[in-house]
């Protein structure tokens, strides 16, 4: 998913002029994932931010989950 969001940037063909951030994070904790994903990754109010995740981030999902309700 990734690979193919990278594509479509890259081509510009298939998305409308914006700003789009695609992350990788292998190997990092679910909390260093989380403040990458609101303190980075959300530039502003109105960033629309998508995340997509194995059934075994479980814990990584309710870390997001919990941020985005404060």
């Known amino acids: 998913m990734h690979d193919r969001i990278d594509e479509l940037v890259i081509d510009g063909e298939k998305l409308p002029e914006r700003t789009v951030m695609t992350t990788w994070h292998e190997?990092?904790?679910?909390?260093?994932?989380?403040?990458f994903f609101f303190n980075i990754a959300a530039v502003n109010e109105r960033t629309l931010m998508v995340v997509v995740l194995d059934p075994n981030e479980s814990q990584l999902a309710r870390l997001l989950l919990e941020q985005a309700s404060i």
């Not at 904790?29 to 989380?34: G, L």
């Open 27 to 35: 190997n990092e904790t679910a909390r260093d994932v989380t403040a």
